[in-house]
């Protein structure tokens, strides 16, 4: 009751970043029965539904991802004064933001049940699908559907995300205050090296095998023509996105550290020093939106060079959600980052600096991070589109 009451009151921009968390969760939960619904429909192709299953791992975790990056920006998941009196320490203050995710995701999958239902015919109207240009066969029209299977399927978005939500709230005993003012934090992050060297290793493996996947049409599949995927390939793909996600925090030290070089000026100094100290919470989600960037980039190369073989409704779908929910996620950061220097910004203003300056300020980090973190994702993804291509 606490959970709805606070969402009752909550600020229309966060209101709105729960919206985005329920649809992504609906979104992923259409997925998920969709897999349900083909193999009630195509029992033989069992191997085919399972590849279609783990299709929606990607989908799965950027939904998470969107939703503790929800959870972290809540006003109403910090320690403000007088909480603690009240009986809302630290951990009680978890607990709800993890029951506030696990509701929102909720209502997303009760939604996608309802619309893949009608989609299906269950509900009548058997011809929205086919108004929405949607092959009914793909969710196993006509065919009895295992509910008990398909509400434990669903069931695993809301528990991912509050598991998620839950692990990266969790009180730690070195934090202090979740309202405190965060220590500057200026290390240069240890993953760059590795993130580096996998991003390396992941490009070398794809190479290697791709001779293996022109002896099996040429194309890496994509849902609805999954079988046949060489793990080679799959397994290069997501080392080189591990890569990119280990290396996001590094890189954006390193942008703060290039802005920093020579004699700088006042606006490069502040530039610069806050990537290095912000490096830690931007570098991830960056890294994140950098791997699907360059994954996006080399799937569309690769299948616009074979028209016969286009992408499907349901990898649209996939594809959407997970660009939606990374894109939003970085964002999101940015607002944390933002938040978290308000005291910073503050002091600033009080010592006179205008807000042309700290505007200025912030557009010249965004346009050091497009200009180092655009071309390397440009790079990666032409890598590993050359083995696929020729």
Not at 39 to 52: C, N, T
Not at 140 to 146: F, K
Not at 151 to 172: D, E, I, K
Not at 333 to 356: D, I, P, Q
């Amino acid at each position: 009751m606490l959970a709805l009451r606070l969402a009752r009151g909550s600020h229309p921009l966060v209101l709105l970043r729960r919206l985005l968390v329920s649809t992504a969760a609906a979104g992923t939960g259409f997925l998920m029965l969709s897999t349900i619904g083909h193999a009630a429909g195509h029992p033989a192709a069992a191997e085919e539904s399972v590849v279609r299953l783990l299709w929606c791992a990607a989908p799965l975790a950027a939904t998470a991802q969107l939703a503790v990056s929800t959870a972290r920006t809540d006003p109403a998941a910090r320690l403000q004064r007088g909480m603690t009196a009240a009986g809302l320490g630290p951990l009680r203050l978890t607990l709800l933001a993890t029951a506030s995710t696990a509701l929102t995701c909720f209502l997303g999958v009760l939604l996608s049940l309802l619309v893949f239902l009608r989609l299906r015919g269950d509900l009548g109207g058997t011809d929205t699908a086919r108004s929405l240009g949607l092959d009914a066969d793909l969710l196993g029209a006509g065919h009895p559907l295992p509910l008990v299977g398909a509400l434990l399927l669903l069931a695993l978005v809301p528990l991912a995300a509050s598991a998620a939500t839950a692990v990266s709230l969790r009180p730690r005993d070195d934090a202090g205050s979740q309202d405190a003012e965060p220590r500057p934090r200026t290390a240069p992050p240890s993953g760059l090296p590795w993130g580096i060297a996998l991003a390396a290793a992941g490009l070398a493996i794809e190479a290697y095998t791709s001779p293996a996947s022109r002896a099996h049409g040429g194309l890496l599949p994509l849902p609805g023509r999954l079988i046949g995927s060489p793990p080679g390939v799959l397994g290069g793909w997501a080392l080189s996105a591990l890569g990119l996600v280990l290396a996001g925090p590094g890189l954006v030290h390193l942008c703060g550290r290039l802005l920093c070089a020579g004699r700088p000026g006042a606006l490069r100094l502040l530039s610069g020093r806050v990537l290095q100290e912000e490096s830690h919470r931007l570098g991830r989600p960056l890294g994140v939106l950098c791997a699907v960037a360059s994954a996006a980039y080399v799937a569309v190369k690769v299948y616009d060079s074979v028209p016969s073989r286009p992408f499907g409704p349901l990898t649209g779908v996939g594809a959407t959600v997970v660009l939606a929910c990374v894109t939003a996620s970085a964002l999101t950061a940015a607002l944390e980052s933002r938040s978290a220097r308000a005291r910073t910004t503050a002091a600033l203003r009080r010592l006179g600096a205008s807000a042309s300056v700290l505007h200025r300020a912030a557009a010249l980090r965004t346009l050091v991070l497009l200009i180092v973190l655009a071309p390397l994702t440009w790079t990666v993804a032409e890598m590993a589109t050359l083995p696929l291509m020729h």
